[in-house]
């Protein structure tokens, strides 16, 4: 079965922490993806990285940062947590090769809320 | 540019009745493909269905079906016989064949009724 795990579902981080959320695919998938999920707004696009150390800006990367030092993870970092961050996170993946035609997998989501 | 619209922000229904969610995209690509993610209370996008841009052919999967039609760039969802578990929000999303990216539209809630 495909499996994208999420390492955190519900986090509360204070102003100004350096946040890390971690996603976990164990398919061997080239892709990954980090998207944040808002009412009314649907997904949007964060980061998303198409092999090991290579990484490519999504429509909002203002604020973050990601790491993929090993192929099966993917981080993503809110180096300064602010309240306009509360969201919901999704991280997914995919197979490479006809790249948008592949189907993405998601993970359980992570309830990010800034205080 | 890309862009998916599902005009429907919220569909309540009860259960049994038939509901259809619309999803109208927009591509000047020749080669794309679509898809549907159903996400459940607990938060996790449930894969659906894939179709390629070269398979008009509706499909059906138990009480789920999918209507492409490339003329009216529509790519839309029936459940039929609706039932309390259908309750979720649901994603039509766009990807392209020359890009990492996937397009989503802002979902549908759909409400079973009991």
């Known amino acids: 079965d495909v499996k994208v795990t999420q390492s955190s579902r519900y986090l509360v981080k204070r102003t100004g922490e350096k946040v890390f959320l971690e996603c976990v695919q164990d398919m061997d998938h080239e892709n990954m993806f980090w998207y944040r999920q808002d009412p009314g707004l649907g997904l949007r696009l964060i980061y998303f990285?198409?092999?090991?150390?290579?990484?490519e800006k999504g429509d909002i990367p203002e604020g973050y940062s990601v790491s993929r030092e090993k192929k099966e993870r993917f981080s993503l970092i809110l180096e300064s947590a602010s309240t306009n961050q509360t969201s919901m996170y999704l991280c997914?993946?995919?197979?490479?090769?006809?790249?948008?035609?592949?189907?993405?997998?998601f993970g359980e989501g992570s309830w990010l809320t800034v205080v | 540019a890309q862009k998916v619209t599902q005009a429907q922000t919220e569909i309540s229904v009860v259960e049994k009745e038939d509901v259809t969610l619309d999803c109208v995209y927009e591509t000047r690509d020749t080669t794309y493909y679509l898809f549907w993610y159903k996400q459940p209370p607990s938060g996790e996008l449930v894969f659906l269905i894939r179709?390629?841009?070269?398979?008009?052919q509706n499909e059906i999967s138990g009480r789920y079906s999918w209507n492409f039609q490339k003329s009216t760039s529509s790519f839309n969802f029936t459940i039929t016989a609706s039932q309390v578990v259908d309750s979720a929000v649901y994603f039509c999303a766009l990807g392209g064949a020359g890009t990492y990216k996937y397009i989503f539209g802002t979902g549908t809630r759909l409400k079973v009724l009991a």
């Open positions: 990285s198409y092999d090991v150390k290579m990484k």
């Open positions: 179709r390629n841009s070269f398979d008009e």
């Open positions: 997914a993946s995919s197979l490479d090769g006809g790249r948008g035609g592949n189907t993405i997998y």
